[in-house]
């Protein structure tokens, strides 16, 4: 049995720190703040009573380490996973066209059907989509961007806009400009070329925090590991090849076996002593956070009647119907709409006023009803920080670093995976194996 020190408790230190319990190991888990979660949580909105998420996350059916996490945490059956890929996107002009991915055709036949049938598009673009399927076997490089590989795979403008931009901003919150082609890549052989159902979508029927946070916090009592909440890392020391140590906010110091770093990259800086770790702070500090805008909205009544939209010509991208998720699983009002825009660099310069009004117009220009309801209380949230990526051609730390018993784990660490929930687990995984291993 090890004793190991896990700094983070966002999904991929929680995911390190029940492997590691699972596996045997003594964890000791280091959270700055009160909760668990990290970037995942939800709180009561004052004004409504509703549970409101920082923001609106979607799983995968092929979030498989995800999964295989919520199953040990006894939250697998909160995600409701669509029976078949489908989402109804809603354009002010052009109206409504479904994108829909039958189960029952053999792939890719199915693919090729399905955008057949997205009225957004027409038969010379799907015709061009097959250009993708044998791009899927390659090793493109780090440094070639989503919208050089579309250019080069002849996507239409039309495709571009209706299906690529939409999809590159959802899965890897950064526009085409500056998102690596290789991360599109994984995203579409594990969803859309791997299991039949990868590219289902689902979504939580509690709030973020209900769902991880306070089950995480149940099964680490549960097993007798240390939660130390409200503590931060303040300092690591490789005194030592055969030793490290992390001082704590409380002036505590911690000798463990092995530290697993699951902090994001800036916070990870500032733990660092430069002669210790030149070359992993020279690549942290490229890092480059791109942010995601959630807007609020209440409602009188209901104004949508399925769980959630996607919206084309608009700036926000995304229309969830709280209370559809919810499902009285948790406290959503009838009315509640939350609107979502990715890589939102310009729009969260906005005045929360404006945004508002923005979220509004938009949402009322695809949900008629809308107009005839009365907006009773609106919330803005941007999650500055909501992803961090590297620029095109640098590729991230691995979970190794150039001190055996430091480990790193989060969104940012190289899983071959965009920034997202899937790669922070299978990060926070693979350190804890590693550890184990050893
Ligand atoms: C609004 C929004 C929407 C998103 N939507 C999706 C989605 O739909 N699908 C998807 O897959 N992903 C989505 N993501 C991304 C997803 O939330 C992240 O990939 C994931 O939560 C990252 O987990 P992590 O453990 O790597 O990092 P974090 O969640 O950031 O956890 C790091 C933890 O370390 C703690 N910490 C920092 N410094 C210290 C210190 N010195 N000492 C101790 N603790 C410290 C922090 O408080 C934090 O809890 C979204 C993110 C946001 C913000």
């Given at each position: 049995m090890k004793n190991v020190v896990v700094l983070g408790g966002g999904f991929a230190g929680l995911a390190a720190a029940v492997k590691l319990t699972e596996l045997g190991h003594s964890v000791t888990l280091v959270e700055r703040r009160r909760q668990l979660g990290g970037r995942a949580f939800s709180f009561t909105d004052p004004t409504t009573g509703d549970t409101v998420d920082n923001g609106q996350h979607l799983f995968m059916k092929c979030y498989h380490a995800t999964l295989a996490l919520l199953q040990s945490l006894g939250a697998h059956d909160e995600v409701e996973f669509q029976n078949?890929?489908?989402?109804?996107?809603r354009h002010p002009q052009k109206g409504t066209s479904t994108l829909r991915i039958a189960k029952t055709l053999p792939r890719p036949l199915n693919v090729l059907a399905g955008f057949l049938r997205f009225k957004?598009?027409?038969l010379s673009d799907v015709l061009k989509l097959r250009n993708i399927k044998p791009e899927l076997s390659k090793q493109l490089p780090l440094s070639l961007s989503v919208s050089q590989w579309l250019e080069q795979c002849k996507q239409t403008q039309r495709l571009q806009e209706n299906f690529w931009n939409p999809l590159c901003l959802a899965a890897l919150n950064e526009p085409t400009s500056q998102a690596s082609a290789r991360y599109m890549q994984a995203v579409l052989r594990e969803g859309f070329f791997g299991s039949p159902d990868g590219a289902f979508l689902g979504y939580s029927r509690l709030g973020l925090s209900n769902l991880l946070s306070a089950r995480s916090q149940t099964f680490l009592n549960k097993h007798e590991q240390k939660l130390l909440l409200g503590l931060s890392a303040k300092r690591i020391d490789s005194v030592s090849t055969h030793e490290i140590a992390v001082h704590l906010s409380d002036n505590t110091k911690l000798t463990p076996d092995a530290?697993?770093?699951a902090?994001?990259?800036?916070?990870l800086s500032s733990l660092l002593t430069p002669h210790s770790f030149p070359e992993l702070l020279q690549k942290l500090s490229l890092?480059?956070?791109s942010p995601i805008l959630s807007v609020n909205l209440w409602y009188d009544r209901p104004c949508l009647d399925v769980p959630f939209i996607g919206m084309l010509g608009t700036q926000m991208e995304w229309a969830f119907n709280k209370h559809h998720l919810y499902q009285t699983h948790d406290h959503a009002s009838p009315g509640h709409i939350t609107l979502l825009a990715s890589a939102a660099h310009a729009l969260s310069q906005s005045q929360p006023k404006d945004l508002i009004e923005l979220a509004q117009q938009e949402f009322e220009s695809v949900a008629p009803s809308a107009s005839e309801a009365n907006l009773q209380h609106a919330r803005v949230i941007c999650e500055r920080k909501a992803t961090q990526t590297l620029p095109l051609g640098?590729?991230?730390?691995n979970t190794h670093t150039n001190h055996p018993k430091l480990l790193l784990a989060g969104d940012w660490v190289n899983t071959g995976l965009p920034a997202t929930i899937e790669s922070a687990v299978r990060s926070g995984f693979c350190a804890a194996n590693s550890v184990d291993k050893k």
């Amino acid at each position: 049995m090890k004793n190991v020190v896990v700094l983070g408790g966002g999904f991929a230190g929680l995911a390190a720190a029940v492997k590691l319990t699972e596996l045997g190991h003594s964890v000791t888990l280091v959270e700055r703040r009160r909760q668990l979660g990290g970037r995942a949580f939800s709180f009561t909105d004052p004004t409504t009573g509703d549970t409101v998420d920082n923001g609106q996350h979607l799983f995968m059916k092929c979030y498989h380490a995800t999964l295989a996490l919520l199953q040990s945490l006894g939250a697998h059956d909160e995600v409701e996973f669509q029976n078949e890929f489908q989402i109804e996107f809603r354009h002010p002009q052009k109206g409504t066209s479904t994108l829909r991915i039958a189960k029952t055709l053999p792939r890719p036949l199915n693919v090729l059907a399905g955008f057949l049938r997205f009225k957004s598009i027409g038969l010379s673009d799907v015709l061009k989509l097959r250009n993708i399927k044998p791009e899927l076997s390659k090793q493109l490089p780090l440094s070639l961007s989503v919208s050089q590989w579309l250019e080069q795979c002849k996507q239409t403008q039309r495709l571009q806009e209706n299906f690529w931009n939409p999809l590159c901003l959802a899965a890897l919150n950064e526009p085409t400009s500056q998102a690596s082609a290789r991360y599109m890549q994984a995203v579409l052989r594990e969803g859309f070329f791997g299991s039949p159902d990868g590219a289902f979508l689902g979504y939580s029927r509690l709030g973020l925090s209900n769902l991880l946070s306070a089950r995480s916090q149940t099964f680490l009592n549960k097993h007798e590991q240390k939660l130390l909440l409200g503590l931060s890392a303040k300092r690591i020391d490789s005194v030592s090849t055969h030793e490290i140590a992390v001082h704590l906010s409380d002036n505590t110091k911690l000798t463990p076996d092995a530290i697993i770093c699951a902090i994001p990259p800036q916070a990870l800086s500032s733990l660092l002593t430069p002669h210790s770790f030149p070359e992993l702070l020279q690549k942290l500090s490229l890092y480059r956070p791109s942010p995601i805008l959630s807007v609020n909205l209440w409602y009188d009544r209901p104004c949508l009647d399925v769980p959630f939209i996607g919206m084309l010509g608009t700036q926000m991208e995304w229309a969830f119907n709280k209370h559809h998720l919810y499902q009285t699983h948790d406290h959503a009002s009838p009315g509640h709409i939350t609107l979502l825009a990715s890589a939102a660099h310009a729009l969260s310069q906005s005045q929360p006023k404006d945004l508002i009004e923005l979220a509004q117009q938009e949402f009322e220009s695809v949900a008629p009803s809308a107009s005839e309801a009365n907006l009773q209380h609106a919330r803005v949230i941007c999650e500055r920080k909501a992803t961090q990526t590297l620029p095109l051609g640098e590729s991230p730390p691995n979970t190794h670093t150039n001190h055996p018993k430091l480990l790193l784990a989060g969104d940012w660490v190289n899983t071959g995976l965009p920034a997202t929930i899937e790669s922070a687990v299978r990060s926070g995984f693979c350190a804890a194996n590693s550890v184990d291993k050893k």
